[in-house]
Structures are given as C-alpha cells and as structure tokens.
Nanobody, 123 residues
Framework: QVQLAESGGGLVQAGDSLRLSCVVS????????MGWFRQAPGKEREFVAA????????YYADSVKGRFTISRDNIKNTVFLQMNSLRPEDTAAYYC????????????????WGQGTQVTVSS
C-alpha cells in the first residue's frame, strides 16, 4: 500500500508563508510523480503543482506561479509545497497526490491521495 500523510497547514495572515509536507510510506517515492491539489468549500477541486519522479520537471497552476514552489527529497520520501505571499483565495484543503511515473494536471489520473491539510488565510 502507498500511503500519503500531509502536514503543515494552519491559520495565517495574508502575505505570510507556509510549508506543507507529504511523507510517503509503503513504497519509495523515487518512481512516482507527485503533486498537490486543493479544494475550497463550494468550489471544484483544482490543480496546484506537480513534480516529476526525478524532480527535473514541474507544473504549476497559473494562480500560484511565482508564489508556490514544489520540491522533493527522494531519500526521505517526502514532497514539499512552499507557499509564499499567501492570499485569502488560497484558503482550501490541500491534498498530496501520487501516481506511477509521469505527472499530470488531471486529478482523475492520480490514484493515491492523502487525507488533506487545511490552509486558512485571513485578510
């Protein structure tokens, strides 16, 4: 079994930063593309960022480009999402995701999901 465990969410003010972590267990993370999605109440689930198994390729949603950075440490089986210049519209539950090999922006193609960590940004 592949299990994903997110942490690092919290309540912050606009302009603050947070770093989310996702620890992978059950398999080594080196062969898996990883990413982050988010979902706010009453809104559709949306893609945030993804990183290839080697770390050489990254994708970002237009709404977070220049503010968020995805990274990974394959030795520690951990993926990170550094979030800077947070805005109230970033408020959502953030989910870590994984799939074998190639990354994608399509939620349905990720077959492993974490339980989510809540990020709330006040103005």
């Amino acid at each position: 079994q592949v299990q994903l465990a997110e942490s690092g969410g919290g309540l912050v003010q606009a302009g603050d930063s947070l770093r989310l972590s996702c620890v992978v267990s059950g398999r080594t993370v080196s062969n898996y593309g990883m990413g982050w999605f988010r979902q706010a109440p009453g809104k559709e689930r949306e893609f945030v960022a993804a990183i290839s198994s080697s770390g050489d390729t990254t994708y970002y949603a237009d709404s977070v480009k220049g503010r968020f950075t995805i990274s990974r440490d394959n030795i520690k089986n951990t993926v990170f999402l550094q979030m800077n210049s947070l805005r109230p519209e970033d408020t959502a539950a953030y989910y870590c995701v994984a799939r074998f090999r190639s990354i994608t922006t399509a939620a349905a193609l990720y077959n492993y999901w974490g339980q989510g960590t809540q990020v709330t940004v006040s103005s």
